[in-house]
C-alpha cells in the first residue's frame, strides 16, 4: 500500500463511518446484516472431538498444538489476533504458551452453532482483535407446550479412532416446559500417541480431556435469564513443539445472561461472566521426560451490556458497553534438588493484571432496495500491569553472570503500568445485482494491544526465555514492557453468484496493513547440543509494520438425480495467504501456502457419504528469524459414511485414506522427536496416518 493510501486510511473510515451514519433511511423492511456478513453453522448431531474439527470445515486453519489445544489461524493470523467467545464470554489462555486457549474449553458435541466472521467484523462481535471473531454459542434453549417441566431429549454418542487408539464418547439430557429448561452435556476422549502416514510413532501427542456443562434458562412473554456452568478437567496433554507438556487444568466457569424486550420494541441484553483456571506444566510421559513444574493460576471477569433499537425505516442501532478483568499468576515452584531450579521461587508474572473497558454503537441499514449498509465505532481503554518479580537465584552460572538475576532488577525498576486506547472503525456494504449476483465490499480499522507474556515476560536466560513462547518453534521469548497496540487496516470484497441451476461461487480478496505489528527479532542464538542443527533464536517481542493479501475462493454445484443416486453436490474451494515484514519483506511466521479441497457428498435416504481430497502446496516462504522449516507439498483423501435408522446413527470413516506422510506446515517443530533423535535436527511435525474410525449415536 502506498504512504499516501496509508496516511488517508483513517480519515477515510471515519469519514465514511460517520456519513453512512448519518445518511436518510428509505427502506421499509429492517435488515439483518448478520445474514451478510457472518458464516453460521449449526452442528452435525454426529460431531464428536474437539471444536477445531467443527470449525475447519468453515475455513479456519489451525496452528498444531495439544490434542485439543490448536490455536485458530484466520487470514494468516493467530492465537490472540483472534477474538474468541463461547456464549459470549471471551476467554484467555492462562499459560505461557498458551496450552489452554479459548476453544479446548469446549466439545463438538457441545455447541449448537458457531459464526466464523475472517478480517472486517461488527464492533458489537468484541473489540481487542485484528485477524477476525470466532463465536461458539452452547446456550440454545428449547422450550416445550408442556405446563410441567418433563423429558423432551437426549442422546448418547460414541467413536473410536483406530490410529492413536483415539476413545471420544459424549452424553446429553434436557427437561423443557413451557417457561424453563434445563440441559446437561459433557464429552470425554482419551487418546495415544498417534502415528504417521509411515507407521512411526510422532511422540508426545497423546491426551485426555473431559468437558461438562449445566445449562438453564426461565422465560416469560417479554423476557428470559439463561444461565451456564461449566467444569473441564484435563489431567494430561502432551505438546511435541513445546519443551514442556500439560500436567493438569482444572476450570470452572459461569456465565449468567438476561435478555427483554424493550416498550419501543428495541431489545436489551446483559451478561455476567467468569471463568477460573488452575494450569500446572510439567513432564508426565518417557516419550518427553523431564523434571520442572510450573503453575498458573487466573481469573476473566466481564460483563455487556447491549441495548437494540429500530429506528426510523429498516434500520437497527446497536449501542453497548463492555468491561473485562484478567488476573493472573504465573510461577515456577523451586526444585529441592536443583541446584540452578531454587531456592526460590521463580515468579514470571506476580499479579499479572489486563483491564478493559469498552462502549460501542454500530448501524445496520437499508438505504436503497439493493443496498445494505452497516458500520460501526467502538473505543476500548486498555490496561495493564503486574509485580515484582525474581529468578530462582542469583548465582553466577559456569563463571558467568546471571542473566535472569540482572533481568529481574531492571524489570523490578520498570514502569509496569501501560494503558493503551483502541478505536475500531468498520464499514460493510452489501450491493445485490440482481436475483442470482451480489457484491459486498468492506473497510475497518482494528487494534489489539499486547498480552501479559507480550509485555511482561522478562527472563533472558536460555531455560526462561524457552518456556516463554505458542509457536511451536523451539526459540525462546523475552517480553517488552514498551509494546505499542497492534493497529490493522483492511480493505475487503466478495462476489457471490448463485444460479438458477444449483450453481454457486465466490470470490473474496482481502489486504491489510498492519502497523506496530507483535512480532520478534533475534537477540542471542543457543544450542544445548553439539550438533549444528540443534542452533536456535532468543527472540524479543518488537513492534514492526507488516501486510498480508490473500483470496478465497469457494464453488460448487449439486444435483438431484430422482434416482439410485439421490442429491449429489461438489464443493471445491481454494485459499491463498502472503505475509511479509514491510523493513525487509521477509516472510511472516507460519503463513499457510496455497491449499485447495474438493468434495463429493451424496445424500440418498439414511444414507450420506462424503470423499474429499485436500491439497496443499510447497512452504517455501518461510521465516528466518524464528528458523522455521520449508515444508513439502502433500495430497489427503477423506471418506466418511452415514446410517440414520430409527434413533440410531452409524457412521464409518476413514482419515488419510491413502496413509500419506506429510509435514504439516502449521505445525511447528517437534521438540520431543528432537530430544530422541537431535542428530535429525528440528522437523516439523508429522500429520497423522490413516485411521479407520467407527462411531455411533443414539437419541431418545
Given at each position: 500500500?502506498?504512504?499516501?493510501?496509508?496516511?488517508?486510511?483513517?480519515?477515510?473510515?471515519?469519514?465514511?463511518?460517520?456519513?453512512?451514519?448519518?445518511?436518510?433511511?428509505?427502506?421499509?423492511?429492517?435488515?439483518?446484516?448478520?445474514?451478510?456478513?457472518?458464516?453460521?453453522?449449526?452442528?452435525?448431531?454426529?460431531?464428536?472431538?474437539?471444536?477445531?474439527?467443527?470449525?475447519?470445515?468453515?475455513?479456519?486453519?489451525?496452528?498444531?498444538?495439544?490434542?485439543?489445544?490448536?490455536?485458530?489461524?484466520?487470514?494468516?493470523?493467530?492465537?490472540?489476533?483472534?477474538?474468541?467467545?463461547?456464549?459470549?464470554?471471551?476467554?484467555?489462555?492462562?499459560?505461557?504458551?498458551?496450552?489452554?486457549?479459548?476453544?479446548?474449553?469446549?466439545?463438538?458435541?457441545?455447541?449448537?452453532?458457531?459464526?466464523?466472521?475472517?478480517?472486517?467484523?461488527?464492533?458489537?462481535?468484541?473489540?481487542?482483535?485484528?485477524?477476525?471473531?470466532?463465536?461458539?454459542?452452547?446456550?440454545?434453549?428449547?422450550?416445550?407446550?408442556?405446563?410441567?417441566?418433563?423429558?423432551?431429549?437426549?442422546?448418547?454418542?460414541?467413536?473410536?479412532?483406530?490410529?492413536?487408539?483415539?476413545?471420544?464418547?459424549?452424553?446429553?439430557?434436557?427437561?423443557?416446559?413451557?417457561?424453563?429448561?434445563?440441559?446437561?452435556?459433557?464429552?470425554?476422549?482419551?487418546?495415544?500417541?498417534?502415528?504417521?502416514?509411515?507407521?512411526?510413532?510422532?511422540?508426545?501427542?497423546?491426551?485426555?480431556?473431559?468437558?461438562?456443562?449445566?445449562?438453564?434458562?426461565?422465560?416469560?412473554?417479554?423476557?428470559?435469564?439463561?444461565f451456564k456452568v461449566n467444569h473441564q478437567s484435563i489431567p494430561f496433554q502432551g505438546f511435541a513443539n513445546q519443551y514442556m507438556d500439560m500436567t493438569d487444568n482444572q476450570s470452572t466457569g459461569v456465565v449468567l445472561r438476561y435478555q427483554s424486550s424493550l416498550n419501543n420494541e428495541g431489545k436489551f441484553q446483559a451478561q455476567l461472566n467468569w471463568q477460573g483456571v488452575k494450569h500446572e506444566m510439567g513432564f508426565f510421559t518417557q516419550e518427553k521426560p523431564g523434571m520442572m513444574p510450573m503453575l498458573t493460576e487466573a481469573d476473566d471477569f466481564s460483563y455487556k451490556l447491549e441495548w437494540q433499537w429500530p429506528i426510523l425505516d429498516g434500520a437497527t442501532l446497536y449501542v453497548g458497553q463492555e468491561s473485562f478483568l484478567y488476573q493472573l499468576d504465573d510461577y515456577w515452584p523451586a526444585l529441592e534438588s536443583s541446584a540452578m531450579m531454587?531456592?526460590?521461587?521463580?515468579?514470571?508474572?506476580?499479579?499479572?493484571?489486563?483491564?478493559?473497558?469498552?462502549?460501542?454503537?454500530?448501524?445496520?441499514?437499508?438505504?436503497?432496495?439493493?443496498?445494505?449498509?452497516?458500520?460501526?465505532?467502538?473505543?476500548?481503554?486498555?490496561?495493564?500491569?503486574?509485580?515484582?518479580?525474581?529468578?530462582?537465584?542469583?548465582?553466577?552460572?559456569?563463571?558467568?553472570?546471571?542473566?535472569?538475576?540482572?533481568?529481574?532488577?531492571?524489570?523490578?525498576?520498570?514502569?509496569?503500568?501501560?494503558?493503551?486506547?483502541?478505536?475500531?472503525?468498520?464499514?460493510?456494504?452489501?450491493?445485490?445485482?440482481?436475483?442470482?449476483?451480489?457484491?459486498?465490499?468492506?473497510?475497518?480499522?482494528?487494534?489489539?494491544?499486547?498480552n501479559l507474556y507480550e509485555r511482561y515476560s522478562w527472563g533472558r536466560g536460555v531455560m526462561a526465555a524457552t518456556m516463554i513462547g505458542w509457536f511451536g518453534d523451539a526459540n525462546g521469548y523475552v517480553g517488552n514492557i514498551d509494546l505499542k497496540p497492534e493497529t490493522a487496516h483492511t480493505l475487503s470484497a466478495s462476489y457471490a453468484y448463485n444460479s438458477d441451476n444449483n450453481w454457486d461461487f465466490s470470490i473474496s480478496p482481502y489486504y491489510t496493513q498492519i502497523s506496530d505489528a507483535i512480532d520478534a527479532e533475534v537477540i542471542g542464538q543457543f544450542n544445548r547440543s553439539d550438533i549444528p542443527t540443534g542452533q536456535r533464536n532468543i527472540l524479543q517481542m518488537v513492534n514492526e509494520d507488516a501486510e498480508l493479501i490473500g483470496v478465497n475462493i469457494n464453488a460448487g454445484?449439486?444435483?438431484?438425480?430422482?434416482?439410485l443416486l439421490g442429491l449429489l453436490s461438489l464443493q471445491g474451494s481454494v485459499s491463498y495467504t502472503r505475509g511479509e515484514r514491510d523493513i525487509d519483506e521477509q516472510p511472516l511466521y507460519q503463513i499457510k501456502p496455497l491449499n485447495s479441497v474438493l468434495s463429493l457428498h451424496q445424500e440418498n435416504g439414511n444414507w450420506l457419504q462424503s470423499l474429499s481430497w485436500e491439497w496443499v502446496a510447497k512452504k517455501d516462504r518461510v521465516d528466518p528469524r524464528r528458523l522455521e522449516n520449508i515444508t513439502d507439498s502433500y495430497h489427503l483423501v477423506n471418506w466418511q459414511g452415514q446410517y440414520k435408522w430409527s434413533q440410531l446413527t452409524l457412521t464409518l470413516g476413514v482419515t488419510n485414506l491413502f496413509d500419506t506422510f506429510y509435514r504439516q506446515p502449521l505445525g511447528g517443530v517437534n521438540i520431543a522427536q528432537y530430544n530422541n533423535t537431535p542428530e535429525q535436527g528440528f522437523n516439523n511435525i508429522a500429520g497423522a496416518g490413516r485411521s479407520v474410525n467407527f462411531g455411533i449415536r443414539y437419541s431418545f
Open positions: 500500500m502506498s504512504q499516501r493510501l496509508r496516511s488517508i486510511f483513517p480519515l477515510s473510515v471515519i469519514a465514511l463511518t460517520l456519513a453512512g451514519m448519518t445518511s436518510p433511511l428509505d427502506a421499509k423492511e429492517p435488515i439483518k446484516i448478520d445474514e451478510i456478513i457472518q458464516i453460521k453453522t449449526t452442528k452435525p448431531e454426529s460431531a464428536l472431538g474437539d471444536a477445531s474439527q467443527l470449525l475447519k470445515e468453515q475455513g479456519v486453519d489451525f496452528s498444531a498444538a495439544g490434542g485439543v489445544s490448536a490455536l485458530p489461524v484466520l487470514n494468516g493470523m493467530m492465537g490472540d489476533r483472534i477474538k474468541v467467545s463461547i456464549d459470549g464470554n471471551e476467554l484467555t489462555a492462562s499459560c505461557a504458551n498458551q496450552m489452554n486457549p479459548p476453544l479446548s474449553y469446549v466439545s463438538s458435541s457441545q455447541i449448537e452453532a458457531t459464526q466464523v466472521i475472517a478480517g472486517i467484523s461488527p464492533v458489537r462481535m468484541g473489540g481487542d482483535n485484528i485477524a477476525g471473531v470466532i463465536r461458539v454459542d452452547q446456550i440454545n434453549p428449547n422450550f416445550t407446550d408442556s405446563q410441567e417441566l418433563s423429558w423432551n431429549k437426549g442422546y448418547l454418542a460414541a467413536e473410536y479412532q483406530s490410529n492413536a487408539s483415539h476413545w471420544l464418547t459424549s452424553a446429553g439430557a434436557e427437561w423443557s416446559s413451557r417457561d424453563l429448561t434445563i440441559q446437561y452435556q459433557g464429552a470425554y476422549e482419551d487418546a495415544k500417541s498417534y502415528d504417521d502416514g509411515n507407521g512411526n510413532r510422532v511422540l508426545d501427542t497423546l491426551y485426555r480431556a473431559q468437558n461438562h456443562s449445566l445449562i438453564g434458562s426461565w422465560k416469560d412473554s417479554e423476557q428470559q435469564l439463561s531454587g531456592p526460590n521461587d521463580y515468579l514470571n508474572i506476580n499479579d499479572g493484571e489486563r483491564r478493559r473497558i469498552a462502549a460501542y454503537t454500530e448501524l445496520d441499514w437499508q438505504p436503497a432496495q439493493q443496498w445494505q449498509l452497516s458500520s460501526g465505532v467502538r473505543i476500548e481503554q486498555v490496561h495493564t500491569d503486574t509485580g515484582a518479580v525474581q529468578p530462582y537465584n542469583r548465582m553466577p552460572i559456569m563463571g558467568m553472570p546471571n542473566a535472569d538475576a540482572a533481568a529481574a532488577d531492571e524489570f523490578n525498576a520498570s514502569n509496569r503500568s501501560q494503558s493503551d486506547w483502541l478505536i475500531d472503525l468498520t464499514l460493510t456494504a452489501l450491493y445485490t445485482i440482481d436475483s442470482n449476483q451480489s457484491l459486498e465490499f468492506g473497510i475497518a480499522r482494528k487494534n489489539r494491544a499486547p454445484k449439486s444435483w438431484n438425480t430422482s434416482g
